[in-house]
T-cell receptor, first 115, second 113 residues
Framework: DQQVKQNSPSLSVQEGRISILNCDYT??????FLWYKKYPAEGPTFLIS?????DKNEDGRFTVFLNKSAKHLSLHIVPSQPGDSAVYFC??????????????FGKGTKLSVIP | DARVTQTPRHKVTEMGQEVTMRCQPI?????VFWYRQTMMQGLELLAY????????DSGMPKDRFSAEMPDATLATLKIQPSEPRDSAVYFC???????????FGSGTRLTVV
């Protein structure tokens, strides 16, 4: 059963416009949520994270919003650039408090920014 | 610039052969993860270590997969015997207990024919 879901496998956006990538989760015990970006033939690269006690975190062109009641988070990229074209993974971190924690990934959304 | 190093980058092997993938985590990182990426499942957690001790390997097929950390600078993932369904990209990632931005290696692309 997928605890982290990215329901859109792909997204195309015009350069300069806003890209919105969505993610839903089922486990209310997650402590952090993260976004990773992945280019072909490379490992995922950490992009931005948000604590479960926050509802927004911003870093330059990237903003992550968390709606805990809806168990939903989104990544906004404004303005979108062609170099943003990549696969974006949503991930959730759960700390069991016993020195054990896991990072669970969604299946990814492929973003294409069209020049 | 600190990075996680994985070797080999590519591996093609015949069914039934043993495969060993290696990972050098970032110096000072106390947590190491092994993930497998497939088209169907996305990124699946196979195993992870804290201070070299295995904490969770429930994602691994126990009969053929094994993960170890013989020392703080090396993590290994072994498949014996390998099967065609093991074909995937295997990623290693390392991080710190209190951190959230784990660093991934570039992966090992395994093809079992």
């Amino acid at each position: 059963d997928q605890q982290v879901k990215q329901n859109s496998p792909s997204l195309s956006v015009q350069e300069g416009r806003i890209s919105i990538l969505n993610c839903d989760y089922t486990n209310s015990m997650f402590d952090y949520f993260l976004w990773y970006k992945k280019y072909p033939a490379e490992g995922p690269t950490f992009l931005i994270s948000i604590s479960s006690i926050k509802d927004k975190n911003e870093d330059g062109r990237f903003t992550v919003f968390l709606n805990k009641s809806a168990k939903h988070l989104s990544l906004h990229i404004v303005p979108s650039q062609p170099g943003d074209s990549a696969v974006y993974f949503c991930a959730a971190l759960r700390d069991s408090g016993a020195g054990s924690y896991q990072l669970t990934f969604g299946k990814g959304t492929k973003l294409s920014v069209i020049p | 610039d600190a990075r996680v190093t994985q070797t080999p980058r590519h591996k093609v092997t015949e069914m039934g052969q043993e495969v060993t993938m290696r990972c050098q985590p970032i110096l000072g990182h106390n947590t190491v993860f092994w993930y497998r990426q497939t088209m169907m499942q996305g990124l699946e957690l196979l195993a992870y270590f804290r201070n070299r001790a295995p904490l969770d390997d429930s994602g691994m097929p126990k009969d053929r997969f094994s993960a170890e950390m013989p020392d703080a600078t090396l993590a290994t993932l072994k498949i014996q015997p390998s099967e065609p369904r093991d074909s995937a990209v295997y990623f290693c990632a390392s991080g710190l207990l209190e951190g959230t931005g784990y660093t991934f290696g570039s992966g090992t692309r395994l093809t079992v024919v």
